[in-house]
């Protein structure tokens, strides 16, 4: 079981970042989002598509609609340069399955 | 607060066992609010889930590494442990230990901070 996500998202400083991720599952599973900055470990900032965590910029916003889900974020600052990884399971629920990860370049 | 730190040798031959322990801080292991897990990530690379372990021992694992894994838990120590079995060069990666919240949900909302496990002779 795979969710797909694009390798890479460039958006200018106060643009908006849109980072998709796919797969079968999302229909019936919910996804969660982790952003990774360099040399450090990933930080769950997402909830069950759109639950953002206590702490987390009201920028970030996640959506789903049928096998996507899409983390956005509003007006992008230079500080949200990062690996952005999606996280699910498997349709039956059990096995964690995470993204290929989105590197978002501010430019 | 809790916290997670991870231990264990920096470098293993192959075709060795991988071994290394999480150990929990500032909170209970044995705690039914939650489980625990592993996470891998090879340098440059993506995330890889390993295995979720609960207090009381039973886990499961990713079905491409099942028959290499082995976990444990000791609550008296606050620690859980993964063993990986036969590692070759691809099992290098920073391993990652993880809580993850009890429930229907899988997911990871806390994790520590890494340890890098090279494999080579």
């Known amino acids: 079981y795979e969710l797909t996500q694009p390798p890479s998202v460039s958006v200018s400083p106060g643009q908006t970042a849109r980072i998709s991720c796919s797969g079968d599952?999302?229909?019936?599973?919910?996804a969660f989002w982790y952003q990774q900055k360099p040399g450090q470990a990933p930080v769950l900032i997402m909830y069950?598509?759109?639950a953002r965590l206590s702490g987390v910029p009201e920028r970030f916003s996640g959506s789903s609609s049928g096998t996507t889900v899409t983390l956005t974020i509003s007006g992008v600052q230079a500080e949200d340069e990062a690996d952005y990884y999606c996280q699910s399971t498997d349709a039956s629920g059990t096995y964690v399955v995470f993204g290929g990860g989105s590197k978002l370049t501010v430019l | 607060q809790l916290q997670l730190q991870e231990s264990g040798p920096g470098l293993v031959k192959p075709p060795e066992t991988l071994s290394l322990t999480c150990s929990v801080s500032?909170?209970?292991?044995?705690?039914?609010?939650?489980?625990w897990g592993w996470i891998r990530q090879p340098p440059g690379k993506g995330l890889e889930w390993i295995a979720t372990v609960w207090p009381s021992g039973s886990a499961y694992f990713n079905p491409s590494l099942k028959s290499r894994i082995t976990t444990s838990v000791d609550t008296s120590k606050s620690q859980f442990s993964l063993r990986l079995d036969s590692v070759t060069a691809a099992d290098t990666a920073i391993y990652y230990c993880a809580r993850h919240p009890h429930g229907t949900l899988r997911y990871f909302d806390l994790w520590g901070r890494g340890t890098l496990v090279t494999v080579s002779s």
């Open positions: 599952a999302l229909a019936k599973q919910h």
């Open positions: 069950k598509d759109s």
């Open positions: 500032g909170g209970s292991i044995s705690s039914s609010d939650y489980y």
